[in-house]
Every structure is written in structure tokens, then in C-alpha cells.
């Protein structure tokens, strides 16, 4: 038998033993994470995961997009007034009539000697469809002074208030937190967005899909504080009319948590008081 030099060449390369190295079973599974959509997948629930339990990035986009949305008092009437419509806040407290106050005190010769003026993102913001971001008062009347400013009259709604969180009561804290809204006050982060509670909005849609299978299936309520006291001030009526209405007060409620920055621990003890 001849063989080619080709032949013999080649054949000599081929190697004599095979070696096949067989991992353990715990260290099988990372010939699937250096995949790099299995990767990405890991990334995104990593991230989506820590952003859920710190509210970090919420709390920088929320906070820049609170930044300039105020407004000033200045002499003269303002050209960038902007009044609310609605809600029983602003019904209360004559905020939805101030139109019409206005007119009816110049057409009796009044002139408006000093008024206030809304920034360009408060329009802005307004104008997505948030309600009127700004501190609210909790407490409102007539009160009159004297020439040398003693108080001469005074009759405020309502007549009873706790001025600083430290003085309400911790029983009564606690009651309305484990009613209401057991996590608000969590101290696991300073950056947390009260208005949303992701275990208690997700319960709420799971009920919500299980009643559309049975109907008499009880839905679980998805509110914070937060969205709360946005309805009962802005939501015609005091009432939630849909889901719109809830993201509006969700969203509405977020931005107004991050007026004075990105932690909220403050705010969400003005939320508690009031």
C-alpha cells in the first residue's frame, strides 16, 4: 500500500485522545449568560428591579421637571394666570370663580394692583394635562388686623390643625398609615415616590382582571396618600371617572412630591399632616 506524504501528514496531526471537560452543574448555566440578549435581559431586570425599591431615577426626572414650575407675585395685572377649572379644593377655597371675581371688581372700578404670575413650565406642565403644581395650603379664612397688626377677627377651616408632624400623635399616625397606606413613611429610601406603590398597583390590575371573569370578585384599591389627596382636591367631584383620571392624579401627585428635590421624606410627612 502507497501513501501520499499528504496523507501521512494529515493523519499524524489527528490527535490521539479526546478530552472533554464536563462543567459542574452550578457553573452549567453561564455558557447561557455570555449570550448577549440573555445578558441584556439580566441588565434590564437588574436595573428595573433596584429602580423599583430606590425610586433613584424617578426621582431625578420628577424633580428636574419640578424645578421652575412656580410662580411670583409682581405689581400689575398678570398675562400668564392660569385658573384652575374644577375640583373641590379649588371650588372651596374660590380659586375656580377667581375670573369671574376678577371682572365683576374691575366693572365696579377696582384695578387689580398686584398679581401672580406662572412660570413657562408651569404652563408647560399644566398644558400635558397635570393638575396645578404648587404648595397647597391646608387651612384657609378671613382674618382682619388692626392699624398696627393685632388680630382683630379670625374664623379658619378648618379650626383644628397640627402645625408640625411631630406634633400629631403616634397612635394616630399609625392608625391612618396601616388604613391607608402602611409604606409611605418606609425609611429603605430618602428618594421614594410616594404616589406609587408597585406591589399594591399590580394586586390592584390582577383583581381588576380577575373580576372581569367574576364579576363579585373584590378589587383591591391601588391608591397611595399621594393620589388620594389629589382626587379628593382636584378630581371633579372628589371621585376617580377612570383610568385617565388616575394617571392624572398619579402623575400630578409624583411631580408635586419632588417640588423641593429628589428625596421626599419630607414631603411625604407634609402628606400624613395634611
Sequence with gaps: MRVSPLASSSRARRPLVRLRIQLPWYLRGLRYVVRPKVA???GVAFLVGWELRSGRMQARFYSHLAQ??????EEGP??????PASGPYNERLGYARL?????????NGFVIARQARVSGRFLRVTG?????????????GLQIQGRHGEL??????PGSTY??????????????????????????????????EWDRLARAFLDLGIRQINPGYPVSGGSTLATQLEKIRYSPGGRTSGLQDKIRQMA?????SYLDGEETVAARRRMVRE
Design 152 to 157: 382683630l377677627y379670625s374664623a379658619l377651616q
Design 68 to 73: 421652575e414650575t412656580d410662580f411670583r407675585v
Design 78 to 83: 398678570s398675562r400668564s394666570s392660569d385658573f
Design 163 to 196: 402645625s408640625e408632624f411631630e406634633d400629631i400623635p403616634l397612635i394616630v399616625v399609625n392608625t391612618l398609615l396601616f388604613i391607608e397606606n402602611r409604606e409611605v413613611l418606609h425609611p429603605f429610601s430618602v428618594y421614594q415616590n410616594p404616589a406609587v
Design 99 to 107: 375670573p369671574q371675581f376678577q371682572d365683576r371688581l374691575q366693572d
Design 128 to 140: 400635558l394635562g397635570f393638575y396645578h403644581i404648587y404648595k397647597e395650603k391646608s387651612r384657609a
Design 40 to 42: 441584556l435581559a439580566i
Design 252 to 256: 400630578s401627585a409624583s411631580v408635586r
